[in-house]
């Protein structure tokens, strides 16, 4: 999506961030989402190298018994 196809089209959820709150919780909030949001990234991210570890390794001892 395109920055500026995200930004017509932004809706606040107004749920999870409810506008009735301080500026410092809905930070605390936002703060808090990224996180989690980078902690599950990470996480992905050290699953994908995982299998592409091991992928390697069973590519490695196929090709030595091929030959």
Known sequence: ???LDYLKNFKWDIIRF???KSLNILG???VATQKSCEDR???L????NENKQKLEQ???K???TLN
Do not use: F
């Not at 991210?45 to 994908?48: F, T």
């Open 1 to 3: 999506m395109k920055v």
């Open 18 to 20: 409810q506008t009735d």
């Open 28 to 30: 605390a909030k936002i």
């Open 41 to 43: 990234l990470k996480k």
């Open 45 to 48: 991210l050290d699953e994908k």
């Open 58 to 60: 069973l590519e490695k």
């Open 62 to 64: 196929t090709g030595n």
